[in-house]
């Protein structure tokens, strides 16, 4: 791949279920033959250094951050794996406090004749947009999640509609092809949300910001995700790009300050040992972890559970509905497949969007070159 010349600033928040998406599209666009270059806070920085494959010359630049600077943060916490839930939201304040560090890094590079092709950055960090285009660059938010979960977080936050019904169903005002919603499925900080906590003071300043920039990357497939991907279109006017989806290699790790001791290898050894279709993955996330007591009671209680197991058998059994399950989970297997399939004639909808994106970070800077002769 040829090198170009342009450089792609990346800007993730301080979450690993956000750096870690935000590093693989870091990635996928260096193989592209763009200059990557990776903005965090000092800690976040050190611990991508460890993560970058040998062959990657992503450049890694570090914001100055100190969280004991900022009320209710722990010293050394710039990233949510090391808080407990009810201070991240602290964390997501704090974030405010990089924009004039961003500014200075972005302006310098701007003032040294190299301005960046875009600045990427993530969905938390709305603030971002006016940086970028105070500085007459192209500017684009990333969400590692697809359209359709952030279209609900977004209408959620906004309306609160939980609020304004007595019942335990609700649906969202303004995006009613999303079906129904219980409040057990809302988490903690939605739950007590009343339009004056933290949580919403920061979501009702943040997420205006997202109809400024001059788009949206998404790591979803569109022929998948078309209701989502349209609510923001039809909500927030700007271009949507779904590009993905946007993995780290196989056997890549992103380290953090919370490590696990046992490898991808062993994973797989484990899993080899085991009978055929006698394991069940229950994932947390890149946030929580629970105890080894924590886990052997979730065990006990999932091989204990009888509505669980009939759901299983329901599933991978031999019957017509377990097979119908199973054939259309390979329907869509095989569309995120097709998505990023490139070979002669055809190019996927998600190699098109990546390309489409490209070319209007590309096309601003060149209106903007002839606007300065």
């Not at 040998?54 to 600077?69: C, M, Q």
């Not at 509505?307 to 095989?334: F, N, S, Y």
Request: aromatic content about 8%; overall charge negative.
């Amino acid at each position: 791949m040829e090198q170009r010349e342009e450089t792609i600033i990346i800007f993730p928040f301080m979450a690993q279920g956000h750096i870690i998406p935000a590093l693989a599209l870091a990635l996928q666009v260096e193989q592209m033959g763009y200059k990557i270059a990776l903005v965090n806070t000092p800690l976040n920085i050190r611990n991508l250094k460890s993560s970058l494959p040998p062959a990657s010359s992503i450049n890694l630049l570090e914001l100055p951050f100190n969280s004991s600077d900022h009320c209710g943060l722990p010293p050394e916490s710039e990233n949510t794996d090391v808080l407990p839930y009810p201070l991240i939201v602290n964390l997501l304040h704090a974030s405010l406090s990089l924009r004039p560090a961003l500014h200075d890094l972005l302006s310098g590079l701007v003032r040294g004749g190299a301005p960046p092709l875009c600045v990427i950055a993530d969905v938390f960090l709305g603030w971002t947009v006016e940086v970028a285009h105070e500085l007459g660059l192209f500017h684009a938010f990333f969400s590692g999640a697809g359209g359709f979960g952030l279209a609900c977080y977004a209408s959620m936050w906004v309306h609160l509609p939980h609020r304004k019904t007595d019942s335990v169903e609700f649906t969202l005002p303004d995006y009613q092809e999303s079906g129904k919603f219980h409040v057990t499925q809302l988490s903690a900080s939605v739950l007590a949300a009343d339009g004056t906590d933290p949580w919403s003071k920061f979501q009702h300043g943040n997420i205006p910001f997202w109809g400024e920039s001059d788009g949206f990357l998404f790591n979803t497939v569109e022929e998948l995700d078309k209701t989502g991907l349209n609510y923001f279109r039809r909500k927030f006017g700007v271009s949507v790009w779904p590009v993905g989806p946007i993995l780290t290699s196989a056997g890549h790790k992103v380290h953090s300050d919370q490590e696990t001791e046992f490898s991808l290898e062993r994973y797989v050894e484990w899993l080899g040992e085991k009978p055929a279709k006698s394991v069940i993955y229950v994932s947390f996330g890149t946030q929580n972890t629970i105890s080894a007591s924590q886990m052997m009671q979730l065990a006990k209680a999932l091989e204990g559970c009888a509505d669980i197991e009939e759901k299983i058998r329901l599933v991978m059994g031999e019957g017509g509905r377990g097979k119908e399950i199973r054939r259309r989970a390979c329907e869509v297997k095989d569309t995120i497949k097709d998505a990023i399939r490139v070979k002669v004639g055809f190019k996927g909808s998600s190699v098109k969007a990546m390309e489409d994106f490209l070319n209007a970070a590309l096309l601003v800077k060149e209106k903007t070159r002839v606007a300065g002769l």
